[in-house]
Nanobody, 121 residues
Framework: QVQLVESGGGLVQPGGSLRLSCAAS????????MGWYRQAPGKGRNLVADITTDGRTNYVDSVKGRFTVSRDNGKNTVDLQMNSLKPEDTAVYFC???????????????WGQGTQVTVSS
């Protein structure tokens, strides 16, 4: 199986910073894109940022210039540095990885359990 374990959520004041980390473990051939999604109360789960194995990044417009996604391919980790946080960033943040478990197999989506980020004074 493949497991994604997140850490780093919490409560922060507007303008503050948080760093989320996610580590993938288990048995697999390779990991393709890794990224972060978020889900606010009563809303759907939406992409925040993702990154390919060769470091190409993609961000939702609302976080550009404030958030930075990075990964360590050797450690199978992906981080999200969040600066200048706003109340509207409040959500449960989910790590995502597109994983190919066997060389002949398909790429499937895997999710972490989610970590709460609350931005409030």
């Amino acid at each position: 199986q493949v497991q994604l374990v997140e850490s780093g959520g919490g409560l922060v004041q507007p303008g503050g910073s948080l760093r989320l980390s996610c580590a993938a473990s288990g048995s697999f051939f390779r990991i393709d894109v890794m990224g972060w999604y978020r889900q606010a109360p009563g809303k759907g789960r939406n992409l925040v940022a993702d990154i390919t194995t060769d470091g190409r990044t993609n961000y939702v417009d609302s976080v550009k210039g404030r958030f930075t996604v990075s990964r360590d391919n050797g450690k199978n980790t992906v981080d999200l540095q969040m600066n200048s946080l706003k109340p509207e960033d409040t959500a449960v943040y989910f790590c995502n990885a597109r994983v190919q478990r066997w060389s002949w197999g398909a790429i499937n989506n895997y999710w972490g359990q989610g970590t709460q980020v609350t931005v409030s004074s």
